[in-house]
């Protein structure tokens, strides 16, 4: 076991009754046991040495790949390379608690957030649309087609209902350095800023925030600004 400080947590999933985080400062993944504050680095871009690697970047000044935990399930991890050209997705099997990741499959495609609906199926918020992913062959189908910007968080209830983060165009700018920050991937399309659920069939049910976000001046409680990671606790509150 691996334990040592480090930041930069970015993404967190849970696996069973365990927590992964990775940091966006040094593309690794890392364990987390959140009641004694220990944390294990289980996954580095040289574990994925005997796998062929995106070697080029979409994005102005960023290194590849770019590791992001997207989901996880039935002792598996799902880490996105958020940067490369061709679109892919690791499948690690966690192992023992603090191991280092083995990796079981890759997927050709880039999910930002995965949940299971109640009866199994996964759920991926893609580009511009939420889809059923096969988490054995990558194939994806549409299941809400329009009316999304830019899903980026999903949660997903115990009644089914499908809750997606939809962020848009946030006017992200590159940084002095020349580098285009990642969340700036998807945010030009048009703004959303809203939470929006869906049924198990993708019918939309109703809508959360104001189109268009926090506009600029007095805090409107009932706005968002690009909200993200969302998360269902066991008494079905929102967060």
């Known amino acids: 076991m691996n ?4 930041a930069g947590a970015e993404s967190l999933v849970t696996v069973g009754d365990r927590v992964f985080a990775n940091s966006y400062l040094s593309d690794t993944v890392w364990e987390i046991d959140p009641a004694k504050g220990e944390s294990w680095l289980v996954l580095e871009k040289k574990d994925l040495s005997a796998v062929p690697l995106n070697t080029e970047s979409f994005l102005p000044g960023q290194t590849v790949p770019a590791l992001r935990v997207v989901g996880g399930r039935e002792g598996e991890l799902y880490v996105t390379d958020a940067f490369g050209v061709e679109p892919r997705t690791y499948v690690f099997d966690v192992g023992k608690r603090g191991d280092r990741l083995k990796l079981s499959r890759t997927l050709p495609v880039r999910p930002w957030s995965l949940g299971w609906l109640p009866d199994g199926r996964c759920v991926a918020a893609m580009d511009k649309t939420v889809d059923v992913l096969n988490t054995k062959t990558g194939e994806t189908t549409p299941l809400v087609r329009e009316g999304l910007s830019c899903p980026w968080g999903i ?23 020349g580098k285009l920050p990642w969340q700036a991937v998807r945010l030009r399309g048009e703004p959303s800023h ?4 869906y049924d198990s069939a993708g019918r939309l049910l ?13 805090i ?14 066991p008494r079905g509150r929102l967060w």
């Open 3 to 6: 334990k040592r400080p480090w």
């Open 155 to 177: 949660a997903i209830d115990a009644k089914g209902r499908i809750y997606v983060s939809d962020q848009g165009d946030a006017g992200t700018k590159f940084s002095p350095d």
């Open 194 to 197: 809203q939470v929006k659920i």
């Open 206 to 218: 109703r809508t959360m925030g104001r189109k268009g976000g926090q506009p600029i001046g007095k």
């Open 220 to 233: 409107d409680p009932n706005s968002f600004y690009k909200p993200a990671g969302l998360a269902i606790d």
